[in-house]
């Protein structure tokens, strides 16, 4: 990650630090580098923690009957080590979506593809094919998991990645 040159940043500190009682005791007790690190520490515990209330979220909806429709078999394999057993559903096409979803009309699905061009397309021909034709097509877990894309994740399966051991998904 590229940290700002120390001058911008300790411009950046003094200004959060006005803007918050806390940073004023720190700004002049630590570097303007230490202190940015810090503050790069707390943002990436607080978009982890951010993280895991979507993660518990998909979980519940999963739990209760919703099905995950994924991109490939190391997304479903994620989805799986952080703890979301529901049915998990991979892409072939929208033919064999078509195909499920008459057997499945009451199902409520949650597209899950990847934060990339490619995903985003494949989202919007699912919502296209199969709006009306199951209960629900929910898009809404693409959008909330774009905090991950801050961390540098792009792709479904890479979020186990972000999950430190031993953390709870609520």
């Given at each position: 990650?590229?940290?700002?040159?120390?001058?911008?940043?300790h411009?950046?500190?003094?200004?959060?630090?006005?803007?918050?009682?806390?940073?004023?005791?720190?700004?002049?007790?630590?570097?303007?580098?230490?202190?940015?690190?810090?503050?790069?520490?707390?943002?990436?515990?607080?978009?982890?923690?951010?993280?895991?209330?979507?993660?518990?979220?998909?979980?519940?909806?999963?739990?209760?009957?919703?099905?995950?429709?994924?991109?490939?078999?190391?997304?479903?394999?994620?989805?799986?080590?952080?703890?979301?057993?529901?049915?998990?559903?991979?892409?072939?096409?929208?033919?064999?979506?078509l195909?499920?979803a008459?057997?499945?009309?009451?199902?409520?699905?949650?597209?899950?593809?990847d934060?990339?061009?490619?995903?985003?397309?494949?989202?919007?021909?699912?919502?296209?094919?199969?709006s009306?034709?199951?209960?629900e097509?929910?898009?809404?877990?693409i959008?909330?998991l774009?905090?991950?894309?801050?961390?540098?994740?792009?792709?479904?399966?890479?979020?186990?990645?972000?999950?430190?051991?031993g953390?709870?998904?609520?």
């Amino acid at each position: 990650m590229n940290h700002p040159r120390p001058a911008k940043a300790h411009k950046m500190i003094i200004s959060i630090g006005k803007a918050c009682p806390y940073f004023q005791k720190k700004i002049f007790s630590q570097s303007p580098t230490m202190l940015y690190k810090e503050l790069e520490v707390q943002r990436h515990q607080d978009l982890t923690e951010s993280l895991l209330k979507v993660l518990s979220d998909l979980r519940a909806e999963s739990e209760s009957g919703a099905v995950i429709l994924v991109e490939g078999e190391r997304d479903e394999e994620c989805l799986k080590r952080l703890g979301i057993n529901g049915t998990i559903l991979r892409y072939t096409s929208i033919r064999a979506l078509l195909s499920w979803a008459e057997s499945n009309s009451k199902t409520r699905l949650i597209v899950l593809t990847d934060l990339d061009a490619e995903g985003r397309r494949i989202a919007k021909k699912v919502v296209a094919s199969l709006s009306g034709r199951v209960r629900e097509v929910n898009t809404s877990y693409i959008r909330r998991l774009s905090i991950v894309r801050r961390m540098g994740i792009s792709e479904i399966k890479d979020i186990g990645n972000l999950v430190p051991d031993g953390w709870p998904i609520y």
